[in-house]
């Protein structure tokens, strides 16, 4: 039972011992001689003074706020807009995807006649968020380091490679178009 506990995730409530096995720490409470979580995080035992503790989960979830700068991978494309699922806000990674919404009116400086041409379903893209007052929010690509960051083909599913202007499959051949984020050649950082 002790060794088990040692690193576990503990919610608050969560029973973890008795008072006869180790004193109650930071994090933990005891009532009636049982130890109880007081805070949701991972439960940490030492040894050598019998005392568990509960080191709390890191800070408040992360979610998207205006201004923020996300990651996200579209998961669906319509005539006018994209459904993204953010999985990186501000550097930080989220524990659950969360669902952005990305318009063609806000995805390039200049005119899009649709949106397929901008990104399309899997492509991993860079976007701020402006506008959180809906249920979703809302983000653009306009911004040089904005766009998509990575590219996968919609005939074959392989990496599109940029050679030139030119954004085209590696193993099919087969050339597409996107709004891409100026580092677009470089860029190697794939949420997994």
């Not at 659950?96 to 063609?104: E, K, N, S, V």
């Amino acid at each position: 039972m002790i060794k088990k506990l040692d690193g576990i995730f503990v919610v608050p409530g969560e029973k973890l011992g008795v008072v006869e096995e180790f004193d109650p720490g930071r994090g933990t409470v005891e009532v009636d001689g049982i130890v109880y979580s007081s805070q949701t995080g991972t439960a940490a035992l030492d040894p050598k003074r019998h005392v568990v503790t509960v080191k709390a989960a890191t800070g408040p979830p992360v979610v998207p706020e205006e201004g923020s700068s996300i990651t996200g991978i579209v998961e669906k494309v319509q005539e006018k807009m994209a459904i993204i699922n953010i999985v990186v806000v501000d550097g930080k990674k989220m524990e659950l995807p969360f669902t952005g919404m990305l318009h063609i009116s806000n995805s390039s400086p200049r005119f899009e006649r649709v949106m397929g041409e901008v990104c399309k379903p899997n492509d991993i893209i860079r976007a701020k968020v402006i506008d959180t007052s809906q249920r979703i929010p809302k983000l653009t690509t306009i911004g040089r380091e904005l766009g998509v960051i990575k590219a996968y083909c919609s005939r074959c599913g392989n990496e599109l490679v940029l050679s030139g202007r030119i954004l085209r499959c590696s193993v099919c051949r087969n050339v597409e178009r996107r709004r891409l984020a100026e580092d677009f050649e470089t860029e190697t950082e794939v949420p997994s």
